[in-house]
């Protein structure tokens, strides 16, 4: 691994004696400041080299000068705040010793000389790929990633029409038997990974060239692997399909999924356990939530306790499939195993308390935890015979869908909001600071080893719209946005609540509830009803879903201390759709960027699939921008600007309809919802 020496630009954050803060970019020259009333303005003398940070540097010298003509220089090294081989230089805070009174409102200059810095050789070879799948509830996608980030190719398998003889209906059984309990068979995901190979290697893909890759699973769905099936595993045979040597693998043969909601009282005994729904959220980053793993665990110990005595290891979709790659259980990786009710998030380890009030033995049968970025082992014998894999070939920890979706977008920094419209709708964006509460959920940042994810989720997302379109809008999405269209902003006050399916957020049973607000202006709610209607005409229905979905987002991220978005990025497939997104544009009042490829979550997995690779090479964690640095417009990372923000008049029209909604929405939950 080659050493290259080059003068570095560096962003630093000067803070004034008098405390108040400026950020200002250092290169190579001079700053010069003036200290008036505690504020410093300052303005760099040379243009940036760069802004971007080329990779992990090891600071050999940084050093500034602090001084005036009449006041004592100082003269401070840097490299005592700076760790060796710190990749977090960049946004060091470094403080100016505290000048003399005699130094007020006098100009004072900071020269920063950057001696050389090491940069390590972080590039990826020319003619590597990197593979990233998504094992989503619909369907696998594969999408493969050249060394430059640009997509070679994808190709996808739809449960529903490829593999009919599961007879699932959106991937899923809903089982009529049991209210809420909605599963996928199991062995169904397995057939997928070798039709969706099959399906590549038409594609002429060479796998030979695969460095790495990773995937993407759906969140909280759970596998069962049966006593005696590691050895079933480790000893695949190149010449028969998956699906025929695994099919008698696990314990349970149908797997729980996301859209389970069989376990509330599952949830409330966990919660108990550990002094209730706060603590819960505050220890594992969610109160107790149905589709979590852990209350599924626990419903199946109670349920069926020989099946669970019977199940020698349980995996997420996401290290379930990682294990079929590597051909022995994966370990569950520390992003997705925040969504199972069952990891200390600040620990990222298991929590002994809760893992004891779910189920006895559970511990083992879990296995251990690893960061997403880490190798999960090299991909097994089956794929190298079979598919002409390199033997060296890295399979990188498979996390969940939404977590991929925050790789693939690329969000850095807080006021940066993704908004995903899939089956299920989620809205997602990071913080330093987590404050976990009673609605929405925290992971660890799959991609960055100090942030975390904050997360909210609807489960009537697509399938909601959908619903509407082929009864209001004659089954075409042209008519749809046509009523879209049509139909004026704020709707003259009729708010939708459509639930196709027990909600998560709100915690709603399945109903639709209309309400028209009366004499609705936007100027004030003073002195304004609202009463509760059968039915509205098609094109306010569909405005009055869209608008509810999206005053929705704003309503609960708002309320979960989201910082408001400067700007968000829209992915899923929903996302392709213009007209929607103005609502975003119009109801968030900024601006809305969307990426080239909507399936974000497997474009995600092979970046990560890229990223584990590096940290691999390198031997310890790297920032992933350092695969990109620069050069994101070239990649298929890229992001380009859909709608302009709102006009802002418009946007204050809408916080007075979400208060309402809200309002009516926290009386629904009252009166209906799940305690
Ligand atoms: C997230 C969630 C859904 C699934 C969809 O908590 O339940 O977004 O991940 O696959």
Redesign the pocket.
């Known amino acids: 691994m080659g050493a290259l020496l080059q003068p570095f630009p560096v962003t630093a954050t000067l803070v004034s004696p008098m405390g108040s803060s400026l950020q200002i970019c250092i290169h190579s020259g001079l700053v010069v400041g003036n200290e008036s009333g505690g504020r410093y303005s300052a303005l760099p003398l040379r243009k940036p080299l760069s802004t971007n940070w080329p990779g992990d540097c090891k600071a050999s010298e940084l050093r500034y000068h602090l001084g005036s003509k009449n006041y004592d220089r100082r003269r401070r090294d840097f490299g005592s705040n700076t760790k060796k081989g710190t990749p977090h230089l960049m946004n060091r805070q470094h403080t100016i010793p505290k000048l003399s009174s005699t130094s007020k409102n006098r100009r004072f200059s900071v020269r920063v000389s950057m001696g050389s810095f090491s940069v390590d050789d972080l590039s990826r070879p020319h003619d590597s790929l990197f593979l990233g799948f998504d094992s989503?509830?619909q369907s696998l996608k594969a999408t493969v990633l050249d060394s430059n980030l640009n997509i070679v190719t994808s190709q996808l398998v739809h449960f529903d029409s490829e593999l009919p003889h599961y007879k699932t209906q959106d991937g899923v059984y809903r089982d009529p038997a049991v209210n809420g309990r909605i599963v996928s068979p199991t062995i169904m995901w397995v057939e997928a990974l070798d039709l969706v190979f099959q399906k590549l290697t038409k594609s002429n893909l060479d796998f030979g060239k695969i460095a790495a890759v990773s995937g993407s699973g759906?969140?909280?769905g759970s596998v069962y692997w049966k006593k005696g099936s590691s050895a079933i595993l480790s000893s695949l045979d190149s010449k028969r399909l998956l699906a025929d040597q695994l099919s008698d693998a696990f314990s349970i043969k149908e797997s729980p999924i996301?859209m389970d909601s069989s376990t509330t009282a599952q949830c409330r005994e966990i919660e108990k356990a550990v002094g209730g729904a706060l603590e819960l959220s505050k220890l594992t980053g969610s109160r107790g939530y149905e589709?979590f793993t852990g209350p599924q665990i626990k419903r199946l110990f109670e349920t069926q306790p020989d099946l669970y005595n019977n199940t020698d290891r349980i995996s997420l979709v996401s290290s379930f499939m990682a294990s079929l790659l590597i051909g022995a259980y994966a370990s569950i990786d520390e992003t997705d195993g925040a969504?199972m009710n069952l990891m200390d998030i600040k620990q990222r380890a298991w929590s002994k308390i809760v893992l004891e009030a779910t189920a006895p033995g559970l511990e083992e049968k879990l296995g251990k935890l690893a960061p997403a970025h880490a190798v999960a082992g090299q991909i097994c014998s089956y794929f190298v015979e079979r598919y002409k894999f390199n033997k060296d070939c890295l399979v990188i920890q498979w996390s969940?869908?939404?977590p991929n979706s925050l790789a693939g977008l690329t969000l850095s920094t807080p006021g940066d909001l993704a908004i995903s419209l899939?089956?299920?709708d989620?809205v997602f964006g990071i913080t330093k600071d987590p404050q976990p509460r009673l609605e929405g959920?925290v992971f660890p940042n799959p991609v960055d080893i100090e942030s975390y994810m904050v997360?909210l989720?609807y489960?009537n997302g697509s399938l909601m719209r959908e619903d509407v379109r082929n009864r209001c809008a004659e089954k075409s999405w042209d008519l749809f946005n046509k009523f879209l269209q049509q139909s004026p902003p704020l709707n003259g006050g009729k708010l939708g609540f459509y639930y196709k399916e027990h909600e998560?957020l709100p915690p709603l049973p399945v109903g639709f509830h209309r309400y028209i607000i009366e004499n609705f202006t936007g100027e004030t709610l003073e002195g304004l009803n609202e009463h509760e209607v059968q039915e509205f005409d098609p094109p306010s229905e569909v405005r009055a879903l869209i608008e509810g979905q999206i005053l929705s987002m704003r309503a609960h991220s708002e309320r979960f201390g989201m910082p408001s978005p400067k700007r968000i990025i829209a992915t899923g497939g929903a996302s392709a759709n213009q007209t929607i997104l103005n609502s975003v544009a119009s109801i968030f009042g900024c601006d809305v960027f969307t990426v080239q490829q909507t399936d974000s979550a497997s474009l995600g997995a092979a970046l990560r699939a890229a990223h584990g690779w590096l940290c691999n090479k390198k031997g310890s964690f790297v920032p992933i921008s350092c695969l990109y640095g620069d050069k994101m417009d070239k990649t298929s990372l890229t992001c380009k600007l859909a709608v302009t923000a709102g006009d802002q008049q418009l946007v204050s029209k809408y916080s007075l309809l979400m208060k309402k909604r809200m309002e009516i929405e926290n009386r629904l939950v009252q009166k209906l919802g799940r305690c």
């Open positions: 989503s509830t759906q969140q909280h996301w589709r969504g969940g869908d939404n899939g089956t299920s989620t959920h997360m989720v489960k998560i």
